[in-house]
């Protein structure tokens, strides 16, 4: 039987799992239980948990180094520039070199970080920490998604949605107890244990990745083993130097949007063209322009994802304070009124991993959204706390319903050799929205945070939420997942000139 030739331009360097051989030990009854899913879900957990679990925190670094809010804000942008850059790039090493190594090497980053964090001596010793956590704790995701497909491709059984709501439900829950985990071993252990807990957790993370994730043999555009040579030469570092040079410096220019550094716009335009020029050049791109431009649901997708969490984060972050400091709540009590938020996110997430289809779930986020804004352009200082519950209870809904929704969107409209890379983009589209919304924060609330600011975050989140519904209604995207013909036949090269994107 003859070899099918790669797509030009298919955005992979030709690594593809190869169907037909097994891939793990036991009955392939249990492919997706919880064998496979326990380490998946453990490394899945440390970047949303790592993203929050600073923040009770930060006050006792900034005392026991002499620094300010302004220095130790770099602790959380940090974290989210790292894991913006790292999420699409270990998902390219994901395809290129086997989801299995990935997720392992980048677990034993994450042990390297909890350390140097742990044992920081000065301040900066603490940044390089977040950043290497940025790093190592972006390989999961994208890793999971891949071994995932590879699982369905070389079985022939589709990845139950139950199985994709599981991660999402991982990142949801984990980010949600990260203040009070944070806060809890800050008061019995100090900061340092904020840092050290990832090394027990990445250790258990090693030893059941080991055991229980499957060996998949990734195959080249010729029926080679792709490996070192491969990879090196599809992995792009100048395309991830541009890349990395063009989040910095927005992430600078959107963080003092009350004080906008203007000049820095020009260097974010050049850098972006270098970049696009640079991508469109390469054959093996880090990013994959060509493939998103032609596969335009996946491309709304992104879009519709970081749109959605732009809204979402603007309100997780901007509701707490003005709850603190309009409303005259206690930060325990604030963050009983914002507990419904996250509960109601893991309910929409459990039961959008059930549900048959994606377009029905993304529409209902969409409304509900733009419910919640228009409760919260209603709010003052004498809006009642059932009023209160109710709006954290309306954008928790939706956060479920995107996350799963969107995860599900992704899964069946990447390539199925580039799953790995484009679950890392979704992830950076919503790093992207998390950063954009800090910035909007200090702009719309300056020095304090006040029902007036709290009304223009409403009024921008009901637009964005408006914007969410009409890039929903308007795509090109499946309906429902659609059955994958790939999963029971030999794997075919992606060519959507001839067959257009995947899904209706």
């Not at 059930?354 to 919640?372: E, F, M, Q």
């Not at 003052?380 to 709006?391: G, N, R, Y």
């Not at 069946?412 to 950076?428: E, I, K, M, N, Y």
Request: with cysteine; glycine share 12%.
């Amino acid at each position: 039987m003859s070899k099918p030739a790669m797509p030009p331009g298919a955005g992979t360097a030709g690594a593809r799992p190869v169907p037909g051989e097994p891939v793990g030990p036991g009955d392939t009854a249990d492919l997706f239980g919880p064998r496979l899913m326990a380490p998946l879900l453990i490394g899945s957990v440390l970047n949303p948990v790592n993203s929050t679990m600073i923040a009770t925190g930060l006050v006792a670094i900034g005392h026991d180094f002499g620094v300010g809010a302004a220095q130790t804000a770099w602790l959380v942008a940090s974290l989210y520039l790292a894991s913006a850059v790292g999420q699409p790039a270990m998902g390219r090493l994901a395809d290129l070199l086997g989801p299995r190594r990935i997720f392992l090497c980048g677990l034993l980053v994450v042990c390297a970080a909890g350390l140097v964090g742990a044992l920081a001596p000065a301040f900066g010793w603490l940044i390089a920490s977040r950043v290497l956590l940025g790093i190592g704790t972006s390989a999961a995701y994208p890793a999971a998604m891949a071994l995932l497909r590879a699982q369905s491709v070389a079985t022939g059984r589709e990845t139950p949605r139950p199985v994709l709501g599981r991660l999402s439900l991982a990142a949801l829950g984990s980010a949600a107890v990260g203040p009070v985990l944070g806060g809890v071993l800050t008061a019995t252990a100090g900061w340092r244990a904020i840092f050290a807990v990832n090394v027990p957790l990445a250790l258990l993370g090693i030893a059941l990745a080991l055991r229980r994730l499957p060996r998949t043999r990734m195959a080249s555009a010729d029926g080679e083993d792709a490996g070192a040579r491969t990879a090196g030469a599809a992995f792009d570092p100048l395309g991830i130097a541009l890349f990395t040079g063009t989040l910095t410096t927005l992430m600078i220019f959107l963080m003092d949007l009350g004080r906008p550094h203007w000049a820095l716009l020009p260097v974010v335009l050049v850098l972006a063209a270098a970049l696009t020029w640079w991508q469109l050049r390469r054959p093996r791109p880090f990013i994959d322009l060509r493939m998103i431009g032609r596969n335009r649901s996946l491309a709304l997708t992104y879009l519709r994802h970081g749109t959605a969490y732009l809204v979402i984060y603007m309100v997780m972050y901007g509701y707490a304070q003005w709850l603190e400091e309009g409303h005259g709540y206690s930060a325990s009590r604030a963050g009983l009124i914002m507990l419904p938020m996250s509960g109601a996110a893991a309910v929409c997430s459990l039961l959008g991993a059930r549900t048959k289809g994606i377009y029905a779930p993304l529409v209902l986020a969409a409304v509900l959204l733009a419910a919640g804004s228009g409760v919260l352009l209603l709010a003052d200082e004498s809006t009642p706390l059932l009023a209160l519950l109710l709006a954290a209870v309306l954008f928790g809904l939706p956060q479920g319903l995107s996350s799963t929704g969107n995860q599900a969107a992704v899964y069946t409209q990447a390539p199925p050799t580039s799953v790995g890379a484009a679950a890392g983009l979704q992830r950076t589209s919503q790093y992207l929205g998390a950063i954009t919304a800090a910035g909007l924060i200090g702009l719309f609330y300056e020095q304090r945070a006040t029902a007036a600011g709290l009304h223009d975050i409403a009024m921008v989140a009901s637009a964005l939420s408006l914007a969410v519904l009409l890039l929903t209604a308007t795509r090109p995207g499946p309906a429902r997942p659609r059955p994958y013909p790939h999963l029971t036949t030999p794997l075919l090269p992606y060519d959507p000139q001839a067959h257009g994107p995947i899904g209706p």
